[in-house]
């Protein structure tokens, strides 16, 4: 008879740490390959915010693209930088008597001389190169420090994988899982910074909690009893949102400053418990070279040190100061340009006035988007991306036991000279050292040959049959 599965269990799936869905009976399949359908539509709310997918590519030239762009939040500056030139225009066109058509028009009252446009153009492009050079500077700064991350858990879950040795008999099953745990915990440290930089001070969190859910921490303690349901968005608050209205912006420190008990800082209790691991493994005689504990001490301050550097970037913005005087500045410039324009463009100074304010707008939107590169905006970075590649190199690292050169170096697909000789490890170890050591000499003449001929792949033959 066969055994059928209820709707509930089929519907359920559970995820792991390498961002695979894993089914109740233990099968996985990528969320984004596989044999899944790719989704092929986007709606408009995954279309104009992020994260940005990394692994999409557009054919659309950038001229043309709307995804990541700052338009929907200029359509209302625009409308009322448009309403203000029409009106001087109006006021301009309408207003004073004009002389006959053989006759240059008078000039008016609301002419100003062009000059003000060379002395208020190059306060402004200082403004925004200054606006600009600090929020790119802050952005590249983030990117480096989570490149940083990837790097220094690689080099941390490999130290551990392979140098923490597992004692022999009953201990080598727990020393196994212990060893599991504590990689899972490098996982957990990645995504616990990313809630944190985003002000999620909890663990209830879909992709974080299977992680952290067994630590005592501060934020388990006070996530019991706490709703992280959003509410739902009116129209009015939607609308505003997307059109980068300031009334719709909501306070990203709203759960912080709710939070009735202590929230700690759950990054770093993390590091405090993979330090615990590192202090039994010493102890227990797992790690025993001095180097190698070295090495896994250091990885945890460099941990450290990157949560430190992404809080500093995350709090220290641009002073309050410069913000309001190069949004004011820039704002005086874009409501005098008509004054100074219309003279000799007429009616052609609405259309003008329209282009220099999107493309100084667009500037003042960018540096504030990306000031802070930790949100989910589509121009933010992808941390979300960052923390599925850790957990999947981590998935790769601890996916076999660690390598044994006694045996992957004598397989019979090993050429060691290669490409000097197409001659396997077991060929090669029938000959005499000098024999050897002659072959690497004479690998240096090849190369150089291959070189000078424009050779640049070998065939694997032996020197001799060339």
Known sequence: MSTMKSGHELAVLSTNKSGRSVSPNGSTAALNGGNAKKKETKSWKEYYYGPRDMNHHSKWPFVFRLHGSVTPELIMPLLLVAAWTTAIWAIDHYSGENSTSTQRRKPRALHFDSILLTVLGFVVGLSLSLRSSTAYERWTEGRKYWAQLQLTSQNFARLIWVHCVEREGDDAKDDLLTKITCLNLIVAYSLAMKHRLRFEPYVNYPDMEPYVEYLDTFAKEANKGVDLTQPKDSV????????????????????????????????????????????????????????????????????????????????????????????????????????????????KVIPATLVAAYIMLSLITIGREIENPFGDDVNDLPLEAYCDQIATDIDIISSSPAPKASEFAKRAQNLPLYPLSGNGYQAWAASDESEIRDALRAKVGMRHYNQKHDQAYSSGRDMNEV
């Open 236 to 347: 009015w608050m939607k609308v505003g949102d997307f059109l980068g209205m300031p009334w719709a912006e909501k306070n990203p420190r709203r759960q912080i400053k709710l939070a009735q008990k202590p929230l700690g800082n759950l990054p770093l209790e993390i590091l405090n418990h993979i330090s615990g691991y590192i202090d039994g493994a010493i102890i227990n005689g797992q790690l025993k070279t001095p180097i190698f504990q070295v090495q896994a001490l250091t990885s945890i301050t460099t941990m450290n040190d990157i949560l430190t550097g992404c809080d500093r970037v995350l709090n220290t913005p641009l002073p309050v100061a410069y913000s309001i005087a190069i949004s004011q500045i820039t704002w005086v410039y874009i409501l005098a340009l008509p004054f100074q324009l219309i003279q000799k463009l007429q009616w």
